[in-house]
């Protein structure tokens, strides 16, 4: 099946389905609406490198959630440690996957990053979109667009949804299976994926509604190691798996986190109104998600061989302490909604305007956690309750686009810009935590940010062959309300420190040329500046829980980045190849940098580096019909080199490798159409090692606590056995390597398809 972008005036991108298995399998030319940008050129695709991704290419991808879409890009990371993981967080070139502030994902305008936390509490949203309705995903690698803000150092990631056209009814599930064993787990985990979805188009209104439920159970997430402890007086046990820490210590681990059960649901629904050249679209969001982590693992037992919770032991003569804490039990619940509304007018034929209106709102954001396992023997219900209040965001844009402004052959793209966010996070003792009881403080913090935006860019095609761009982003930028407790008064009420608020104006300048060297030859030289503002945890999230501590630094500045491309590509009849060569430079790059304390507990703090250097090459063939008619490949490498220049606070990692950022990465994505009704695929995920750590101590590979390299195998069909029914198989990590980004990757993992279309 082939696929062809034809443009509709006024109102977005319809993709068009053709060849040899449309005409098979529909009785007319399939009309998918994307509500979106137009085909044309887009203002970001004019000035620096993007990648796209249309429903052909997803073909031989196990898709189970919305962000395996983009896992095979270049230089992009997710961090998916298991099917429904909630910190599945995405990194693109120079951010690396904790630094989540500096990657952007929108979906139909409605932004869906989180740019309220960082690390693995950063991810983005992306069940909110599920990869059922996806009809189109641009990868955008840089802030060369005046568009974006310096979130987009690293990259942007733009989702296109489709709207029906006329009736339609879709249904698919998904079943899914992996083993995984190391340390002291071997077992199979699995679960499954069900979607549901009805649109139709009366006159010229759209609607679209779906369902979509997940429930799963992942591997082991954390292990555990003892700490050194007297030996007199404690009990005698045996067991412990001894093998070294991230930093090559030999330890003794005494257990793991145990399988973690989550179930989430998704209810969606669009609405969308065209009129001449006028064009609505209306998308609201629900998610509720819930998760338990409550069959932790001992690996120590006693002298009657029972399972040893916490507490000091002796194991052949020698002393360890096993906090009870660390094999707690734990549920959470989160509910969150999204609404989202896009208007576009088209003035003239040459001027257009498109307004972005969006909410997003945390209903309910908690965690419990018992003190203790429920067989140690000292366990009651008490406990701790962390909750996430008047926390979300909201965005308003207006932009405007102007071809021929002026003068011939002279674009503008201008707008603004306005976006708040909120962030509230409370920790409480409890005395019941099973029934969520808040009883005592232990922490408090949150806070606010805004940021208001002015933009214009300006795409002048001086020649045939010669073009310009350029233009920039004005940003006014503020925190306030910020405040932060870190005592532990044992009482409901306790005073809070308050923060100043701070307010930042910055300008960043944008500039990109490019050659048509010939017909099929171009080159492209982009730069440009950029500023990330701090988020609200970094500047304001101070806390203490059972295992962990975090540190606020309010007075945090921005980072500023300076920013290179140059982009050599070679356009095909069936594709393109493309070198990617690029710089960022980055000054005051802010890091959270953690402490493992002995039991696994960690300290962190949100750091400025003084310096950073992220150098790159990228190699991209994206090709149809490669050798063969009914071959279809995408294939990148990427080179990475990446150092820290200047730190006057802690010289020593100066010249060290940036935390989780491989030298090397690789993806290959083919898909073979066997017949009309059959194809196959295979897919290669590779990644280098790589440090987590700034002072880059964390060498060993292959551990709990590693940033392990990776080559990942995986293969998909798909048989299409009427023009409603298909079915597939698939596998990935065929060789069921275990590796660990911290947590460890899923082992192999199998794939059962299907879906059905009336």
Known sequence: MKISNILLPGFGLVVT???????????????????????????AER?????????????????????????????LVIRRRFIGDSNGTLGIRSA????????MVFADGVPLHYLLQSRWSGAPRWTMVSASEIAQVDVIYGPYSAEYSGNAMGGVVEIETAIPQRREFHIDGSWFSQDFADYGFDDSVSGYKGFVSYGDKIGNTSFYVSYNHLDNDSQPQSFYYAASAPAEGASAASGGIWGPDSQENERLYFGDSGVINTTTDNVKFKLGYELDRFSALLNVAFEDRHSDTDSPNSYIVDAAGQPVYGGRVAIDGEGFSIPAHRLNVSSADRESLSVGLRLRWDVSEQTSL???????????????????????ADYDLSGQVSDYDDTGWQTAGLTLTSNDFLLENLDLVTGVRYEAYELNYSVYASDNYLASSKDRYTSRSGGETNIAAAFAQFNWQLTDELDIAFGGRFESWQSEAGYFSDDNPG??????????????DKFSPKFSAGWQLSDQWQLRYSVAEAYRFAIVEELFSQYRAYNSISLANPELGPEEGFHQNLMLQRDLSNGYVRLNVYQDDIEQAIESQSTILPGGSSISTFIPIDEVRIRGVEFIANINQLLVDDLDVRLNIAYTDSEILANEADPTIIGNKVPRMPQWRGNVLATYQLSDHWNVGGSVQYASNSYGRLDNADTARNVYGAQDSYTRLGVKTNYQFSKAFSAGLGVDNITNEIAYVAHPWPGRTFYINFSYDL
């Open 96 to 103: 690396n996957m904790f630094q989540t502030s500096r990657s």
């Open 17 to 43: 389905l053709s060849g040899p298995a449309a005409a098979e399998h529909t009785p007319k030319i399939e009309e998918i609406k994307v509500w979106g940008h137009s085909a044309e050129a887009s203002s």
């Open 47 to 75: 000035v620096g490198p993007i990648s796209r991704l249309l429903p052909s290419d997803f073909a031989s991808i196990n898709m189970a959630t919305t962000e395996d879409v983009v896992k095979y890009e270049p230089s």
């Open 491 to 504: 009482t409901p009420e306790f005073d809070l420190t308050a923060v100043p608020g701070n307010s930042i």
């Open 354 to 376: 498109e307004a972005n209106l969006s909410q997003f709102d945390i209903l309910e954001d908690i965690s419990r956690a018992s003190a203790t396992n429920p067989a140690f």
